[in-house]
T-cell receptor, first 112, second 114 residues
């Protein structure tokens, strides 16, 4: 069964304190791994798509990386405005029939 | 460019009733997909419509259905509501489809079933 597990569930950082969020996945034939950011009361906002192991993408203070079993979202010198829930999702060729499978998210709080 | 619009923002219904939610995608996007978000299960895929045809369906009972119109606007219907259907329902549009191009989400409809 295709699965996506995110850790930690919640993360509190001080402004400027870099860290990483983890997304572990089990999927038959990865067709893409996606990162989204969700602010309270809003729908998720697209951040990155990764397709193959070794691929990296960057946007401002965020950098996403992908291996064959997991993806990391690295946050460098975070600011309070980076506080949000970060969701990862995968899409595979197998049992999920190409549907998106989301993890439950990591809630990030950055204190000034 | 206007974003994805979902109406209504909030709904309160009684068990056994039915409900229809509406989603207007970004202009030019032919794919609309629907998701249920709850604290316990997280975000779960319901179904995707592309050019008026259902392309994919998640693991939800037949009480959940949808359709897409020729202008790409989409509706989702839930019949015989149960307490467990209380959730935030999100729709997303994309130009190429789920997983093929970035999803643009609306801010959701919060459904409460009493």
């Amino acid at each position: 069964e295709d699965q996506v597990t995110q850790s930690p569930e919640a993360l509190r950082l001080q402004e400027g304190e870099s860290s990483s969020l983890n997304c572990s996945y089990t999927v038959s034939g990865l067709r893409g791994l996606f990162w989204y950011r969700q602010d309270p009361g809003k729908g998720p906002e697209f951040l990155f798509t990764l397709y193959s192991a070794g691929e990296e993408k960057e946007k401002e203070r965020l950098k996403a990386t992908l291996t064959k079993k997991e993806s990391f979202l690295h946050i460098t010198a975070p600011k309070p405005e980076d506080s949000a829930t970060y969701l990862c999702a995968t899409r595979g060729y197998g049992g999920s029939q190409g549907n998106l499978i989301f993890g439950k998210g990591t809630k990030l709080s950055v204190k000034p | 460019k206007a974003g994805v619009t979902q109406t209504p923002r909030y709904l309160i219904k009684t068990r056994g009733q039915q409900v229809t939610l509406s989603c207007s995608p970004i202009s030019g996007h032919r794919s609309v997909s629907w998701y249920q978000q709850t604290p316990g299960q997280g975000l779960q895929f319901l179904f995707e419509y592309f050019s008026e045809t259902q392309r994919n369906k998640g693991n939800f009972p037949g009480r959940f259905s949808g359709r897409q119109f020729s202008n790409s606007r989409s509706e989702m219907n839930v019949s015989t509501l149960e307490l467990g259907d209380s959730a935030l329902y999100l729709c997303a549009s994309s130009s190429q489809g789920v997983g093929e191009s970035p999803l643009h989400f609306g801010n959701g409809t919060r459904l409460t079933v009493t």
